[in-house]
């Protein structure tokens, strides 16, 4: 992340310490382990996650705006489970965690910036569902064939931030036949 590109920490009007309702916000490890969630003040020393070792974190890889804890409402407690949100609030980048479903949304969130025709859209849209829908049987070749289509209706989908999201989805046979 850029320095040009790092937003603020905290959104105007959220509780950054002013006692204001809003979101709060949350540390998690990059494997999705909770480490707090209802903070009020940007945390400084982040550490090590003690379940599993991975960097904890507070901000966006991406734009650097605070991962989004509990909401913030004053003389209210409480008492359901916290999870931590799979996509950043600020720029709809998908954290860490993300599921490989949950970034396939991501490249559709993507793709709804693409200038494509709604035929294309539609046979993409059609695409990500099976993929998303894949339960293990769909075989590399289906899948290289798949991306092989996307790639040719939205190529621009396959530069900088697609290509990013892209390599942490398809397997290693397929990146290499889509010359990521």
């Known amino acids: 992340m850029s320095t040009e ?4 920490f905290w959104r105007s009007g959220e509780p950054g310490g002013n006692g204001e309702p809003g979101w ?3 540390t998690v490890c990059r494997r999705g382990h909770v480490q707090g969630y209802s903070l009020q003040h940007e945390p400084d020393d982040l550490g090590k996650c003690p379940r599993c070792g991975a960097d904890v974190l507070s901000r966006c890889r991406h734009c650097g705006f605070r991962i989004r ?3 913030y409402r004053p003389q209210v407690i ?5 999870t931590p949100p799979p996509f950043c ?6 954290h860490p965690w993300a599921t490989r479903e949950q970034r396939l949304y991501e490249l559709q969130n993507l793709l709804d910036q693409e200038e494509i025709d709604d035929v294309d859209r539609l046979w993409i849209d059609e695409q990500m569902y099976r ?6 049987s769909m075989t590399e070749k289906q899948e290289k064939d798949i991306w092989a289509g996307v790639k040719r209706r939205a190529p621009g989908l396959f530069d900088t931030a697609g290509k990013a999201v892209l390599s942490g989805v398809v397997s290693a046979g397929v990146h290499a036949a889509l010359g990521l």
């Open 5 to 8: 590109a790092r937003r603020a």
């Open 24 to 26: 709060q916000a949350a």
């Open 69 to 71: 804890g509990r909401r």
């Open 78 to 82: 409480s008492a359901t489970q916290f």
């Open 89 to 94: 609030d600020g720029c709809g980048a998908a």
């Open 131 to 136: 993929l998303r829908a894949d339960d293990g």
